[in-house]
């Protein structure tokens, strides 16, 4: 393995638990705050996205989000470390802006508040 250090070392887990988590937390409150702020100036229609298995689509992303994750934990190659991370990128981009855009524009400021946090 190109990064044997990665299995071996005592704090290892931390770090990459550490990365895979502000990847996540990154994409969704970026893209979140993208949809919240294009409801709020009006170039994006306010009402709520009402999709239909909505909730079933969230949780994919999120599963293979973690999924992503877990391949990242468990492997110490750099070319499958970058990819999980360039997937977890985009799912959580997906899922950021997919839960924003399932939300009233007259809800906004408190998605706001809810993203910056």
Do not use: Q, W
């Amino acid at each position: 393995h190109e990064y044997e250090h990665l299995l071996t070392a005592s704090d290892a887990g931390v770090h990459k638990a550490a990365i895979v988590a502000g990847t996540f937390i990154g994409g969704v409150t970026f893209t979140g705050s993208l949809i919240a702020f294009g409801k709020l100036a009006g170039s994006l229609d306010s009402k709520p996205l009402a999709l239909p298995g909505r909730h079933a689509a969230n949780i994919g992303l999120a599963l293979a989000s973690l999924g992503a994750g877990g391949v990242i934990m468990s492997d110490c190659s750099l070319g499958t470390g970058v990819g999980m991370l360039a997937g977890i990128t985009g799912l959580s981009g997906v899922l950021g802006a997919h839960m924003t855009a399932s939300i009233g524009g007259a809800d906004m400021p408190v998605v706001i508040t809810v993203l910056n946090s």
